[in-house]
């Protein structure tokens, strides 16, 4: 079955603090990982995806296909990160079917 | 950036009663839009995915009797809820996406439904 699977509800930091936010998946075929961010009374938008392997307000993404992860990391953490963010998984012939994961509230505290 | 509009924000209706939640791609066509649905402190689950022209493509479990999708037009998807119960309650959001690529794709800002 297809899932993906955030352990964390909450993870509290102080500024400057690294941050991993933890994803696993299952998934039979070759996904595509990606993150998404929302950010107080703002809509959901996308912050990565894997295939990009790109860096974006600091955060990067590594697609561990042996583990089944895609931990979301950044090295120091900065207040305005404070924000839900879920990781999430399509097929590559199912764009934009997105599976979510649980959401990963990220408190980032001055 | 592409916007999808969602309307309305947040509606409360008497259980028995009809929904309807526009999704609206104000600056780009969308040939595909996506149905999701939260409840509180839970993930996105997809509902159903919004074929332009066609029949809308429903997940399982999800009732197409209940959630009336159409596509009328290549910026325009409405999720009608039919005869609303309170364990419809919940929060609505909307995806699109520019050329049907999901990298992308936008959301809406969701509609809070509350079934009295």
């Known amino acids: 079955a297809q899932r993906v699977t955030q352990p964390e509800k909450l993870l509290s930091v102080f500024k400057g603090a690294p941050v991993e936010l933890k994803c696993n998946y299952s998934?039979?075929?070759?996904?595509?990982l990606f993150w998404y961010v929302q950010y107080s009374r703002q809509r959901l938008q996308l912050l990565l995806r894997?295939?990009s392997r790109e860096s974006i307000k600091g955060f990067t993404a590594d697609l561990n296909k042996g583990e089944t992860s895609f931990h979301l990391k950044k090295p120091f953490a900065q207040e305005e990160d404070s924000a839900m963010y879920y990781c999430?998984?399509?097929?590559?012939?199912?764009?934009?079917?997105?599976?979510f994961g649980q959401g990963t509230t990220l408190q980032v505290k001055p | 950036g592409a916007v999808v509009s969602q309307h309305p924000s947040w509606v409360i209706c008497k259980s028995g009663t009809s929904v309807k939640i526009e999704c609206r791609s104000l600056d780009f066509q969308a040939t595909t839009m996506f149905w999701y649905r939260q409840f509180p402190k839970q993930s996105l689950m997809l509902m159903a995915t919004?074929?332009?022209?066609?029949?809308?493509?429903?997940e399982q479990g999800v009732e197409k009797d209940k959630f009336l999708i159409n596509h009328a037009s290549l910026t325009l998807s409405t999720l009608t809820v039919t005869s609303a119960h309170p364990e419809d309650s919940s929060f609505y959001i909307c995806?699109?996406?520019?050329?049907?690529?999901?990298?992308?794709?936008?959301f809406g800002s969701g509609t809070q439904l509350s079934v009295l």
């Open positions: 999430a998984l399509s097929s590559y012939r199912n764009t934009g079917k997105l599976i």
């Open positions: 998934y039979s075929g070759s996904p595509e």
């Open positions: 894997h295939i």
């Open positions: 995806s699109a996406s520019p050329e049907g690529v999901h990298e992308k794709l936008f």
């Open positions: 919004s074929n332009e022209g066609s029949k809308a493509t429903y």
